[in-house]
């Protein structure tokens, strides 16, 4: 499989606690995203990789979420002291710079 | 702020009717237009884009959009839809302020399709 992946595909956690997801791009692709998605609403950009430079934040992201990407390969999104409101599809999407493509997500819910 | 807007959000056809899904943008310079399609149980799946030229690009699956520039719109069409076109639409646009080419999406048309 040549698309974007992401682990793990669902997540439970009380709140409090702190989770990490993984994404793994399309291998030749220096761009990447993390969007996060509710139930009846579109996705909502959080932030921006070129390579290994993170270029761009939402202001959605608060100090609780942190995301890298060490290598310009794949990146992971942290969330730290998760809240309820945390609950969310977490998307990761990449490209060369035409049209986006979209792993599955990683659904979080927040106990 | 820069806005997509779906106008509908729950549509349901039968088959081999014709499909018009509305999408609105709120910018006034460059875009780049995008339909996504998420069927049950799938991740999203990029249908068409809009980049420049013709403004009526055709996609998978029969669809196909019109970029309308005065109207700040980019409708999605299909003449004759299928039980299998049942899923979940969503316009995105990128704009031409943004160097990052992030998007920003309407909040998504729920297409159901009775056979």
């Known amino acids: 499989d040549t698309g974007v992946s992401q682990n793990p595909r669902h997540k439970i956690t009380k709140r409090g606690q702190n989770v990490t997801f993984r994404c793994d791009p399309i291998?030749?692709?220096?761009?990447l995203y993390w969007y996060r998605q509710t139930l009846g609403q579109g996705p909502e950009f959080l932030t921006y990789?070129?390579?290994?430079?993170?270029?761009?934040k939402s202001r959605l992201l608060s100090d609780r979420f942190s995301a890298e990407r060490p290598k310009g390969s794949f990146s992971t999104l942290e969330i730290q002291r998760t809240e309820q409101g945390d609950s969310a599809m977490y998307l990761c999407?990449?490209?060369?710079?035409?049209?986006?493509?979209f792993g599955p997500g990683t659904r979080l819910t927040v106990l | 702020a820069q806005s997509v807007s779906q106008h509908n959000h729950h549509v349901i056809l039968s088959e081999a009717a014709s499909l018009e899904l509305g999408c609105n943008y709120s910018?006034?310079?460059?875009?780049?237009l995008f339909w996504y399609v998420q069927y049950p149980g799938q991740h999203l799946q990029l249908l068409l884009k809009?980049?420049?030229?013709?403004?009526l690009v055709k996609g998978i699956k029969g669809f196909e959009a019109e970029f309308i520039k005065s109207k700040f719109s980019f409708n999605l069409r299909k003449p004759s839809v299928q039980w299998s076109d049942t899923a979940e639409y969503f316009c995105?646009?990128?704009?031409?302020?943004?160097?990052?080419?992030?998007?920003?999406f309407g909040q998504g048309t729920t297409l159901q399709v009775k056979p």
């Open positions: 999407a990449s490209s060369l710079g035409q049209g986006p493509f």
């Open positions: 291998s030749e692709h220096n761009r």
């Open positions: 990789f070129q390579n290994e430079a993170q270029l761009e």
């Open positions: 910018y006034g310079g460059t875009v780049n």
């Open positions: 809009y980049f420049s030229g013709d403004p």
């Open positions: 995105a646009v990128k704009t031409g302020s943004s160097n990052t080419g992030k998007l920003i």
